[in-house]
Each structure stands twice: as structure tokens, then as C-alpha cells.
């Protein structure tokens, strides 16, 4: 089995907030939220998928990126290896252009039962992002 090599954002506002979307009941892991993102296509870095998805998805343009983890995920019928980062800053007002609903939520709120099982490491990961920034 391929692995899908998926860019990830971890958006934050100006407060702390971390941007989070729904995921389509039809898709892999439907119904529960996420950090918007999606694949890196052949030829493209990171910073490039990433202003990409958050465009075509949110209808924001991105700056500079802030590595945050890398994990590697098998849910049996899908492999994947999130490259995640940090995006704090960005131009635009997130919408959810594809119908998705989108939350800002703060990162000691999120339930890491209603994410998919490969961003449990990234909600840890951010709490501690959070907690030792100064935002």
C-alpha cells in the first residue's frame, strides 16, 4: 500500500485559535474534524501543496510556514504520512468553499475522539505549541 503524503495546516489566529473543518461524510474518516490540508501532488513541496489546498478550500493565502510534526499513520486501508504545519500568518477570512463547516476552537477544547486517529499526535502537539508561544 502507497502512502499519501498529505500537507497539513495548523491555522491560528491572532487569539490562539486553531482552525479546524469537518470532514465530508463520504471521505475516509467522514464526519469527524481536521486540520485543512490535503496531498502533496508530484513535483510540489510542502508550502507549495499547502497555499494550494488552503486557497482552493478556505480562500486564504499563507505565509511563511512553522514546522510543527511529521507523522506516519497505516489505518489498514489507508497509509498516510502527515507533514504538518504551523500557519500564523495569512490574508483572507477562512470560509469553507467546498461546504465544509470550519470551527476556530482553542487547542485545550479539542476532543481528540472527534478527530481521526492520525491527528491525535498533531492536537498534542499543538497544546504544546500553544502553551509556550506567545501569541
Known sequence: MNEVHVAVGVILDAGGRVLISRRDSNAHQGGLWEFPGGKVEPGE????????ELLEELGIAIGPLIPLIEIHHDYGDKA???????????????????????????AAEMQESHFPAANVPIIEAVKKYTDNSSL
Open 45 to 52: 513541496t510542502v508550502q507549495q501543496a499547502l497555499q494550494r
Open 80 to 106: 498516510v504520512f502527515l507533514d504538518v504545519h504551523v500557519v500564523r500568518e495569512f490574508s483572507g477570512e477562512p470560509q469553507g468553499l467546498e461546504g465544509q463547516p470550519l470551527a476556530w476552537v482553542h
